[in-house]
């Protein structure tokens, strides 16, 4: 919202949530007509072996991408110590259905984290000024909004996974479970978006959390709901880079010990870069340009546009002409945009808001749920 303008915000997302869940299904169809069970084996089948391996790189780089951990104090340690103990056992899985129910509390604990979010938005309004820009329709930055937005949408790494997981898995049962999923991911996408954005308009940053004070209790339970969701499904993005691997070099079959090597090396290759950065909104950004760009709008459509013998104005192939043409509009501006005017980030450091010289400001505490408002605010400390 920030970076794109409040309304183009709700825009964009209202877009790429469709545009996901057309390419969710078109890719499916493109498996059907291909004859292929995998992402990566339809565009072998579709683009020969140079497209195979530019979707392995793709896929293979996204989870490099997750960031397992967003906390302020013991910041380093606590990473380790939850990839060691939690998210490395998780991603040893061999069946990706068995982190089925694990994903289950990863949206309970987001929809946790989403009612604080409510929550402050109406506690904390009234002490945080608006910027002058808040109510803009558009900003320049509206292409690198686009693609975190469709980042936060990408799965498309694991449909056919997701696919094949089913009871009856048909084009009809997968298109209603994608319908259903997208719808709900859009709702709890633009609540997010919405009330943060209301909270703190152009001081929000790219970590939404990042915003809230250190002494805000409610706020940091909300940051280790977060830390325990990211931990539940960091294992769903391994399992698709070890599918990779496991294809790409040993032929789709990978042994007892091999399989304990792989995932170790993913996971200590991702904890090494979240050790190293610690700006969540560049992170989003260049993903999103790079990585879900080309997986959401370019390949399926391309996939799609080889394989179906449809005439050119039937509406699957019209809307991935279009796809096609967005998604390659976005990669190559929005990586330019990203380099040029990279998004702020606040790299840990406690909001102007939140200094003790800021008596208007409430010491909020998880016991006093509703800060007490000040009779007289204290705006000299916003100016």
């Excluded at 497209?51 to 380790?80: E, K, T």
């Excluded at 949408?153 to 479970?177: D, M, R």
């Excluded at 294992?235 to 032929?251: A, H, K, Q």
């Excluded at 102007?352 to 008596?359: A, G, I, L, P, T």
């Amino acid at each position: 919202m920030k970076q794109a303008g409040f309304p183009l915000g709700i825009l964009l997302l209202l877009w790429v949530s469709y545009v996901t869940d057309f390419s969710l299904i078109l890719l499916i169809k493109g498996g059907i007509l291909s004859g292929a069970h995998s992402y990566q084996s339809l565009v072998n089948k579709t683009f020969g072996f140079a497209g195979y391996l530019v979707l392995s790189a793709l896929q293979f780089l996204y989870p490099f991408i997750v960031d397992p951990g967003n906390f302020f104090i013991g910041r380093h340690c606590i990473i380790v110590l939850a990839t060691v103990v939690f998210a490395l056992p998780l991603s040893l899985y061999r069946d990706i259905a068995k982190l089925g129910k694990v994903s289950l509390i990863s949206s309970i604990l987001t929809t946790l984290i989403l009612i604080i979010v409510i929550v402050r938005m109406v506690t904390l309004d009234l002490y945080i000024p608006q910027t002058e820009d808040t109510w803009v329709f558009a900003k320049s930055n509206a292409v690198q909004a686009a693609g975190v937005i469709s980042f936060a949408f990408i799965c498309h790494h694991n449909s056919f996974l997701v696919y094949g997981s089913l009871e009856e898995p048909t084009i009809a049962k997968w298109t209603q479970v994608i319908h259903v999923s997208v719808l709900v991911s859009a709702f709890i996408s633009m609540l997010f978006a919405t009330c943060g954005y209301l909270t703190f308009t152009g001081y929000t940053q790219g970590d939404l959390l990042e915003n809230y004070c250190r002494n805000d209790d409610l706020v940091t339970f909300g940051r280790f709901c977060y830390g325990i969701t990211v931990i539940l499904t960091y294992p769903i993005e391994c399992f698709v880079t070890r599918e990779v691997i496991s294809t790409v070099c040993f032929g789709g079959n990978l042994t007892t010990v091999f399989h304990i090597a792989v995932t170790v090396a993913i996971v200590a290759g991702a904890t090494i870069i979240s050790l190293a950065i610690d700006c969540l909104g560049i992170v989003l950004e260049l993903s999103g340009v790079l990585c879900a760009a080309p997986l959401i709008f370019i390949i399926p459509s391309a996939c799609y546009l080889k394989l179906s013998e449809e005439r050119w104005n039937h509406f699957d192939k019209i809307m991935s002409y279009l796809m096609l043409i967005v998604g390659a509009i976005m990669m190559g501006v929005g990586f330019i945009m990203v380099v040029m005017h990279p998004q702020d980030c606040s790299h840990g450091k406690e909001m102007f808001y939140c200094s003790s010289e800021n008596s208007s400001f409430p010491n909020i505490s998880f016991s006093h749920f509703q800060p007490t408002k000040p009779s007289v605010l204290n705006m000299s400390a916003f100016q």
